[in-house]
């Protein structure tokens, strides 16, 4: 029986490598997304024991939590599992609005619903902050529906500091999910003293810096996709990082898995962070990245790997 864990004090516990669904049947994000391929990334996922499934309403305008509610559906695992989905965006031919008003909430997690074919939501989350909508209403608005059972713990991610102490004013807020990594640690400062403080679960998004944390890119071999415009892809900030991912083998061969895995396992040994949620584009990507369970680092090697980056 694999480990698991308690996301923060939500009751919901998992393996602690979860998957992040962003890339499955997300044809809006990006380019030549298979479905057939989602499918089977899935049903790897749920075959190789991952229980923490991490979607949104943007990953494929609910194409996403479709596909996932027809692989549960089609394996009858859906006991078996806990689904995180969020919502705050409004796409229409026009361009794209956010919205945390209680109604657009509530009808969302209904929507939600219907696509993740079952009648509650693990976690659900405010994508993106509207800034308009008061923080403490929109919540209060999740603290409704989790009181009707539909869903069970409230998420808000891309809050601001102060958007993040407003939301929470009444305590509500179970997770807080953000971009973070080795290679951008600044929520260290602020944001995850904060949650550790008020017992909120931080998830990290992007643990393996969209793949530059995995040690397949190389100087000579960076990516040709909209990661090439991103900061930490380009000039001597690309190279140095590859430099410290590389030097990162030796550890990976002592513990006998992948850069990948000694990354993920790093995020892990962060206080109030309890699962992860790499993506992956295919089964094989699900499968190498599950093995970070089978890396057992001691807490002297989670400070080496952090030092390397800082
Ligand atoms: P990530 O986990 O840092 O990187 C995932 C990408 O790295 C994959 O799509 C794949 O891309 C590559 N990869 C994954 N495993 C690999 C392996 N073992 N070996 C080689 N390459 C591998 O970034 P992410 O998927 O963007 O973020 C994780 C999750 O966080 C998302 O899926 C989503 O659920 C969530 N998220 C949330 C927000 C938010 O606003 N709340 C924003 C972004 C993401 P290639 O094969 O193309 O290299």
Redesign the pocket.
């Known amino acids: 029986m694999e480990k698991r864990v308690e996301i923060g004090r939500t009751g919901l516990r998992v393996t602690p490598i979860g ?6 049947g997300a044809h809006n994000l ?1 380019q030549n997304i298979d479905e057939e391929v989602s499918r089977e990334t899935l049903r790897a996922a749920l075959g190789s024991g991952v229980d923490f499934f ?3 309403f ?2 494929g305008l609910g194409r996403s939590e479709e596909l996932i509610g027809e692989i549960l559906s089609e394996t009858g695992r859906r006991s078996d599992v806990v689904i ?1 989905t ?1 919502a705050a965006h409004i796409v229409t031919d026009s361009g794209v609005k956010l919205d945390n008003s209680p109604e657009f909430l509530t009808d969302s997690v209904d929507i939600a619903l219907k696509r993740l074919q079952t009648d509650y939501i693990d976690l659900f ?1 405010i ?2 902050p509207d800034g308009v909508t008061p923080p403490d209403e929109a919540v209060g608005a999740l603290q409704r529906l989790k009181e009707a059972g539909k869903i069970r713990a409230i998420g808000v ?2 809050f601001s500091m102060d958007t993040l102490k407003a939301a929470n004013k009444d305590s509500y807020v179970d997770v807080v ?3 973070y ?1 080795l290679v951008y640690p600044d929520l260290e400062e602020d944001m995850i003293p904060y949650c550790r403080e008020q017992g909120i679960s931080f ?15 190389t100087a000579g071999n960076p ?1 040709q ?1 909209f ?1 090439k415009d991103r900061p930490h892809f380009q000039g001597q900030a690309y190279l140095d990082n590859i430099a410290k991912v590389n030097s990162l083998q030796e550890l990976a061969d002592k513990h006998g898995v ?1 850069i ?2 000694i990354v993920l396992a790093t995020t892990l040994g962060i206080d109030s962070i309890d699962v ?7 089964p ?3 499968l ?2 599950r093995k970070t369970l089978q890396a057992d680092l001691t807490s002297e090697d989670v400070a080496q790997v952090r030092a390397l980056f800082k």
């Open positions: 998957f992040g669904a962003n890339t499955i990006f991490d979607s949104a943007m990953y995180a969020k989350y994508h993106f991610s891309n999910q953000d971009k990594s998830i990290p998004y992007t643990p393996l810096a969209s793949g530059l944390l995995t040690g397949k890119f990516p996709d990661r992948s990948a895995n992860v949620i790499p993506g992956a584009k295919s094989e990507q699900v190498a990245n």
